[in-house]
């Protein structure tokens, strides 16, 4: 029992980490709170739900154009919204609020063409597999084979190619980065394609398992953010951890409590990380004159 | 002629929502998604009660303010050591909260059922019962409410919370306690907050947890984005313009089934184009800088 929910609470955060990752990649690097990061899950949960279940494509293919074209989307985004901001010098309160709005904007378009109902995009009943007295479906074993393939590459991307010191130095310090000779903006598409695409990885992967309705990317995001601080703001890795730990968590909640009270354990969690260790598990104390925002 | 009361009334409660909300947003600079939070706890502390131990209404009015008060030195006092995007977040975090309490605390609040039969209010033996009386009572207690902002923001504390928020650290190094006074800009707009909340309770005499969601904050944030802050005029006609909306939208006769959706795509909207082209609002003063 005790490791079946253990089992569960990881699975469940290898799902809040893609989200979380994506989100970490945007937050870290060009500092904008991307609230419009769960519109973009929910987007690519219809794309590929228009795909899969409508036009009756292939699996792979619909995941590819979704990943393909919520990659667009991503870049779209910010060369509409934020990089006009960013260039009149607007605050990052500016920018969090355009992102409200855009999150209202995407939302409510989708809930206006699909309805509100939640669509089933597997319909099937899902092969299990028992290890021992665990047991785990089909869709849980890939969603943790997906994470950790995906984690891998990422972390090599960060630590071992150009365009992962590119992107580490535009967190560490965007102005450097453009007197490098880089242009800036090319770093933020690309932020925000990987960043986007990593939201709909989890967006197909929890869809199949769950379902989807128009609300569910304010729930991955608001999970993926509060991963993302109790991990650490700056730091990859502590997405992904802050996430796995969120995720066992809340299935220990579930068990001891009771399922209704999941988002008040989540975010009392996320107010006290917030309150006490805002650097988040990882991160390093820094002195006043160093601390960014 | 009560479609028209109707909306007056709920252009009154919102007035009271937008104008205390300005006072953290518009004077102090502290962006919180947590208004309809204090919203609700109004609500919910007053009809609570009213209901249960019969109390009249002007000491369950009372009581919901001194609630909302007390309930938001919980988050004020921790939290507002902590800078920009992360006092949002706590902010957003303390809604949610309120929301999973008000939502599954069943034996009090009687959860997603909601609470039925809310006594219209009767004050001093002055029954207030139709519709056109309920617009005069809210609109006596929008302007009491709105005097009483207008007063506080003009005063010193006003005064001292514009430098804040325009320059944190120079009104600091005037001697100016910086957390006290955000301490108490949080305490009076949460307390105005409930009052909202108790007219709510009282017009529509039913109260469920869905109407202080989260989105409830973002709407009441919108209507001050919208109209402008920093003054009294901006959020006012916010107000009226975000309340007028919707019904515009019926004259033009869309689908029902949409016509929440196209609102609040025109408010998204409205909120992309404002913070890009004017980012003061239609008629505000802090431009969010």
Redesign the interface.
């Known amino acids: 029992m005790i490791i079946q929910l253990l089992v569960n609470g990881i699975i469940n955060g290898c799902g809040y980490a893609l989200v979380a990752l994506g989100f970490a990649f945007i937050y870290n690097t060009t500092r904008t709170?991307h609230f419009a990061h769960g519109a973009v899950y929910t987007l690519s949960a219809y794309f590929f739900y228009t795909f899969y279940n409508l036009l009756n494509w292939s699996l792979s293919l619909s995941a590819i154009l979704t990943l393909g074209l919520i990659a667009l989307c991503g870049i779209l985004i910010d060369d509409v919204?934020y990089t006009?901001?960013v260039k009149?010098g607007?605050?990052?309160?500016?920018q969090?609020?355009?992102s409200?709005?855009?999150?209202?904007?995407i939302i409510?378009?989708i809930?206006?063409v699909f309805q509100s109902e939640t669509k089933i995009l597997n319909p099937e009943v899902q092969a299990t597999y028992s290890i021992g007295n665990v047991i785990l479906t089909r869709i849980q074993i890939v969603t943790t084979a997906t994470f950790v393939i995906i984690f891998g590459l990422l972390m090599t991307i960060l630590k071992k190619t150009y365009l992962g010191k590119v992107i580490r130095a535009m967190r560490d310090n965007p102005d450097l980065v453009s007197a490098m000779g880089i242009n800036p903006q090319n770093v933020r598409r690309v932020v925000f394609a990987l960043g986007s695409a990593l939201a709909s990885v989890s967006a197909i992967l929890i869809g199949l398992d769950v379902g989807i309705d128009p609300h569910i990317g304010?729930t991955a995001f608001?999970n993926g953010?509060v991963a993302v601080?109790i991990g650490g703001v700056g730091i990859f890795e502590g997405a992904a951890l802050g996430a796995i730990l969120l995720g066992l968590l809340q299935s220990f909640a579930i068990w001891k409590i009771s399922a209704?009270?999941q988002?008040?354990i989540t975010?009392?969690l996320?107010?006290l990380f917030?309150?006490f260790r805002?650097e988040g598990i990882l991160g390093k104390r820094r002195r006043i004159e160093e601390?960014k925002? | 002629m009560n479609y028209v009361f109707h909306l007056l009334t709920m252009i009154n409660i919102y007035t009271i929502l937008a104008l205390s909300l300005n006072l953290l947003v518009g004077y102090t600079g502290l962006?919180s998604l947590s208004h309809a939070a204090f919203y609700g706890i109004g609500a919910y502390i007053s009809t609570l009660f009213m209901m249960n131990i019969g109390l009249p209404f002007l000491p369950s009015l009372f009581l919901a303010i001194l609630g909302s008060v007390l309930l938001s030195l919980i988050i004020s006092i921790?939290?507002l050591s902590?800078?920009?995007?992360?006092f949002?977040?706590?902010s957003?975090?303390?809604q949610?909260?309120v929301f999973?309490?008000l939502?599954?605390w069943i034996d009090v609040t009687r959860g997603p059922y909601g609470i039925s039969g809310i006594p219209r209010p009767n004050i001093l033996g002055i029954q207030v019962e139709s519709i056109a009386s309920y617009f005069i009572f809210s609109g006596v207690l929008a302007a009491i409410c709105a005097g009483l902002l207008y007063l506080i923001g003009d005063s010193p504390f006003g005064r001292v919370l514009k430098a804040i928020r325009e320059d944190e650290i120079s009104a600091a190094a005037l001697g100016k306690n910086i957390p006290r006074f955000k301490v108490i800009a949080f305490a009076i707009a949460s307390g105005f907050a409930a009052v909202s909340g108790v007219l709510f309770a009282g017009y529509l005499q039913y109260i469920d947890p869905t109407s202080f969601t989260?989105m409830e904050s973002?709407f009441i944030?919108?209507i001050i984005?919208i109209g402008g802050t920093g003054n009294l005029s901006g959020p006012i006609l916010g107000t009226i313009l975000m309340i007028i909306l919707p019904e515009i939208l019926r004259f033009l006769r869309i689908p029902d089934t949409?016509a929440?959706?196209?609102r609040?795509?025109i408010?998204?909207?409205?909120?992309?184009l404002i913070?890009?082209f004017q980012?003061q609002g239609l008629s505000g003063e802090y431009k969010?800088?």
């Open positions: 709170f919204i006009p901001l009149q607007a605050s990052l309160f500016i969090m609020l355009s409200l709005g855009l999150y209202i904007v409510n378009f809930a206006m304010l608001l953010a601080i209704r009270w988002e008040l975010f009392l996320l107010i917030l309150l805002s601390a925002i | 962006l921790p939290s902590l800078k920009g995007d992360y949002v977040l706590a957003l975090g303390f949610i909260i999973t309490i939502y599954n989260l973002v944030l919108s984005i949409i929440p959706n196209v609040e795509i408010y998204g909207i409205l909120i992309i913070m890009r980012p969010f800088e």
